[in-house]
């Protein structure tokens, strides 16, 4: 069975941090591009970060811009997102998403190509 489980999300504080990770199952994880996006009440779905076939190949929205590490451990089929300095802002469920094509890690970001797998989202919510 194709599918991607979320995990890590929780309760975090302001400034503190957290891990998300992203478990990958029925397919071969490193040929994809993988995505993080969120989704906060009353707001777009936000592409937050996507990473292509290596750590080296990501991409961040604004909102992400150094506070949030992504990464992948192919062996593992894991993707992560390592989130510090979090805001209040952060607030949403997180979703991780895979493209086939590991190339288009900034188009799916962008929404410009679709995911062809979505796992069920963990919500992350920060608060004081």
């Known amino acids: 069975q194709l599918q991607l489980v979320e995990s890590g999300g929780g309760l975090g504080q302001p400034g503190g941090s957290l891990r998300l990770s992203c478990a990958a199952s029925g397919f071969t994880l490193y040929r994809y591009s993988i995505g993080w996006f969120r989704h906060a009440p009353g707001k777009e779905r936000e592409g937050v970060s996507c990473?292509?076939?290596?750590?080296?190949?990501?991409y961040y929205a604004d909102s992400a811009k150094g506070r949030f590490t992504i990464s992948r451990d192919n062996a593992k089929k894991t993707v992560y997102l390592q989130m510090n300095s979090l805001k209040l802002e952060d607030t949403a469920v997180y979703y991780c998403?895979?493209?086939?094509?590991?190339?288009?890690?900034?188009?799916?970001?962008?929404?410009?190509?679709?995911?062809?797998?979505w796992g069920q989202g963990t919500q992350v919510t920060v608060s004081s």
């Open positions: 998403a895979a493209h086939p094509l590991s190339g288009l890690y900034r188009a799916l970001c962008s929404g410009n190509s679709r995911a062809r797998y």
């Open positions: 990473i292509g076939t290596s750590d080296e190949i990501t």
